[in-house]
Nanobody, 120 residues
């Protein structure tokens, strides 16, 4: 059974930091295209970080310079370091393997999500 388990969310004040974790079982991150996504109230699912198996990373302008994705291959865990958080970052954050917002529920795998709430 392929599983993704997320943790690290919670309440934080604007300007603060959080580190989200996503631990995988049933596969390894280093040969899988991975991504962090978020679902904000009244917004569609959106990509916040991509970590492809070829080593390339991608960040949209909304988080570039503030969010950083990384891997710990020993722990088989992917992290999202979130700095200088803003109220508009409030969302449920998900990690996903071999999937995206369009293919969610049809292919690949998603975690259960972790809530991040940023107060001003």
């Amino acid at each position: 059974e392929v599983q993704l388990v997320e943790s690290g969310g919670g309440p934080v004040q604007a300007g603060g930091s959080l580190r989200l974790s996503c631990t995988a079982s049933g596969f390894t991150f280093d040969n899988t295209d991975m991504g962090w996504y978020r679902q904000r109230p009244d917004f569609e699912c959106e990509l916040v970080s991509a970590l492809e198996k070829d080593g390339n990373t991608y960040y949209p302008d909304s988080v570039k310079g503030r969010f950083t994705v990384s891997l710990d291959n020993v722990k088989n865990t992917m992290y999202l370091q979130m700095n200088n958080l803003k109220p508009e970052d409030t969302a449920v954050y998900y990690c996903a393997a071999d999937s995206d917002c369009i293919t969610r529920g049809h292919s690949g795998h998603w975690g259960q999500g972790t809530q991040v709430t940023v107060s001003s």
